[in-house]
């Protein structure tokens, strides 16, 4: 079922997606060669906590950590532990935190070092078409147009988007209804003010294949080539939207 958010919820949710934007802040302030993703990942733990909010994915079906950091070929859901960050790493770090049984979840992609074009190209274009996604956002429209706006965007650049995976509502559950793709579908879904999405568009430098990893989290792409991910959780509004994990 699609909720839609009181005045009150929405403050929630906007505090929860501030504190989601603020530990991004502190985790980008230690991502550098050397360090491990498991130490990243107590950063960011400690900063949600200390800001009197919780990690919304520890335990969340059964996830064993506090975010999420995928390196690489790695889509999403990466679990961190001892990998040390290297030059050239594309390393994705998605974060969800809970205010007083609400939910923010986003992620940004960054390269640490130096790469290729391509890869810059891939990383760039994915942040890109994440905010042309969102350009469709607004009361009565379709939610199909966010996935058509993200694949044609993807599609100008020669990139593919990763098709099992979607974007989705969030609320008193950081996965709620609806299902946002991040291409075109003939969903009957119309957006209505109070809405709250998170929009995240995963894209691949190679092929749109993905497997799952052994520890049933993480995955990769098929052809071992780069993806990047972002993400931001959005209001509707009568007018457009509102991000609320951003600054």
């Not at 919780?54 to 679990?79: A, M, Q, R, W």
């Not at 993200?150 to 100008?156: S, W």
């Amino acid at each position: 079922m699609i909720s839609l958010k009181s005045d009150r919820e929405i403050e929630l949710m906007k505090h929860a997606g501030h504190i989601n934007y603020l530990t991004h802040q502190e985790v980008k302030k230690h991502l550098r060669v050397g360090i491990t993703t498991g130490e990243l990942n107590d950063i960011a733990d400690k900063f949600i906590r200390n800001n009197e909010c919780t990690p919304s994915f520890l335990n969340y079906e059964g996830y064993p950590k506090s975010i999420c950091i995928s390196i690489n070929d790695e889509v999403v859901h990466g679990i961190p532990g001892n990998r040390k960050i290297k030059n050239g790493d594309v390393v994705s770090i998605d974060i969800g935190v809970c205010y007083k049984g609400y939910h923010s979840d986003s992620a940004n992609t960054y390269i640490v070092g130096s790469t290729s074009k391509d890869v810059e190209d891939l990383v760039e274009n994915t942040r890109k078409s994440l905010y042309i996604g969102l350009d469709a956002i607004k009361e009565g429209a379709k939610i199909s147009d966010i996935g058509r706006n993200i694949e044609d965007y993807a599609m100008k650049c020669n990139l593919s988007v990763v098709r099992e995976l979607v974007g989705h509502g969030v609320g008193t559950s950081v996965h709620e209804d609806p299902d946002v793709p991040n291409y075109y579908t003939k969903s009957p879904v119309i957006l209505k003010a109070g809405m709250v999405l998170a929009v995240e568009p995963m894209l691949n430098l190679g092929e749109r294949y993905i497997y799952m990893l052994d520890d049933d989290w993480t995955i990769k792409t098929d052809d071992e080539k780069p993806s990047a991910h972002f993400e931001h959780t959005v209001l509707v509004t009568k007018d457009g939207y509102e991000i609320l994990t951003g600054e």
